[in-house]
Nanobody, 123 residues
Framework: QVQLVESGGGLVQAGGSLTLSCAAPGRPLNMGWFRQAPEKEREFVAAITWDGGIRYYTGSVKGRFTISRDNVRNTVSLPMSSLKPEDSAVYYC???????????????????WGQGTRVTVSS
């Protein structure tokens, strides 16, 4: 069993910034961030390969969010800037039991999930 723990969520005004962090498993694996807004399906946000070499983002967050990782500290971070009310959601980090160059946008390819951290952006 792999346990992931997210932190860093909170309330911020539009245009502000937050950084989410995820305590990742000891062995570096490909990971991703997803989010789920009220009454909406969970959606992909960003993904990163096990070595941090390849990153992928959904279009709505490109240029505003940055996924990164520190394999010494076993953390994956998601600094978010220029936040908008539509970014409000519960954010989840997830891990794939896979190490490679392929970043996946599909929930079904992620094997373990954190409990989520809520981000609320006020207008």
């Amino acid at each position: 069993q792999v346990q992931l723990v997210e932190s860093g969520g909170g309330l911020v005004q539009a245009g502000g910034s937050l950084t989410l962090s995820c305590a990742a498993p000891g062995r570096p694996l490909n990971m991703g961030w997803f989010r789920q807004a009220p009454e909406k399906e969970r959606e992909f946000v960003a993904a990163i390969t096990w070595d941090g070499g390849i990153r992928y983002y959904t279009g709505s967050v490109k240029g505003r969010f940055t996924i990164s990782r520190d394999n010494v500290r076993n953390t994956v971070s998601l600094p978010m800037s220029s936040l908008k009310p539509e970014d409000s959601a519960v954010y989840y980090c997830a891990v794939r039991l896979y190490r490679g160059t392929d970043n996946s946008l599909s929930e079904s390819e992620y094997h373990y999930w954190g409990q989520g951290t809520r981000v609320t952006v006020s207008s």
